[in-house]
């Protein structure tokens, strides 16, 4: 069974339009998050929620809106979508925000979105 | 925010090669960790450090925690075809997020 999962893994769309992206996690795990990775591969970590609660809001526009019903599910909303957004989107999560071991983040499969 | 040097960029291997990356930071971190990324994957936890001068293998992977708290090494001993892909280090300083390094793209030789 998939630990993070991601849907969808592809989604091409046009600029303007708003469209979600959903994780689920079924390790148990308190913390989830979502980096973007861009055309150079680097990795930035976009948000972080700790039991439901946003912990890291790093400078994103506000277009993007993160959002955790539960634990086990953080899902990302983006409207007005730019050409810029184009990326790979990931999901992970983490049993604990700090504490060593418990902080060991694992990682979704991705999803590729291309803004045309 | 700190900086998180990973050298070299690119490497290529040759099958039953040693080969060696690192991570240097601008600060202290209190973890270190390895992902590998293969095309069209999320990252994969190789290995995680949590101890200064702590070293651990996982197969033909070995990482070490740096004694001075600012640096870590992944070798990766024997090389083999499906080693290809892009290495990821990532570190935490104290009471700070996650930061990830800029990948080592390990590549075949031609």
């Known amino acids: 069974d998939t630990a993070v999962s991601q849907t969808p893994k592809y989604l091409v769309t046009q600029m303007g339009n708003d469209k979600s992206i959903k994780c689920e996690q079924n390790?148990?795990?308190?913390?989830m998050y979502w980096y973007k990775q861009d055309s150079k591969k680097f990795l930035k970590i976009m948000f972080s929620?700790?039991?439901?609660?946003?912990?890291i809001n790093e400078t994103v526009p506000n277009r993007f809106s993160p959002k955790s019903p539960d634990k086990a599910h953080l899902n990302l909303h983006i409207n007005s979508l730019e050409l810029g957004d184009s990326a790979v989107y990931f999901c992970?999560?983490?049993?604990?925000?700090?504490?060593?071991?418990?902080?060991?983040?694992?990682f979704g499969p991705g999803t590729r979105l291309l803004v045309l | 925010g700190q900086q998180l040097n990973q050298s070299p960029q690119s490497m290529f291997i040759q099958e039953g090669e040693d080969v060696s990356m690192n991570c240097t930071s601008s600060s202290i971190f209190n973890t270190w960790l390895w992902y590998k990324q293969d095309p069209g994957e999320g990252p994969v936890l190789l290995i995680a450090l949590y101890k200064a001068g702590e070293l651990t293998s996982n197969g033909r992977l070995t990482a070490q925690f740096g004694i001075t708290r600012k640096d870590s090494f992944l070798n990766i001993s024997a090389s083999i075809p499906s080693d290809v892909g892009i290495y990821f280090c990532a570190g935490r300083p104290a009471g700070n997020k996650l930061t990830f390094g800029g990948g080592t793209r390990v590549l075949v030789k031609p």
């Open positions: 992970a999560s983490s049993q604990a925000i700090w504490g060593g071991k418990q902080e060991t983040q694992y």
């Open positions: 390790l148990g795990h308190d913390t």
């Open positions: 929620y700790n039991n439901k609660e946003l912990i």
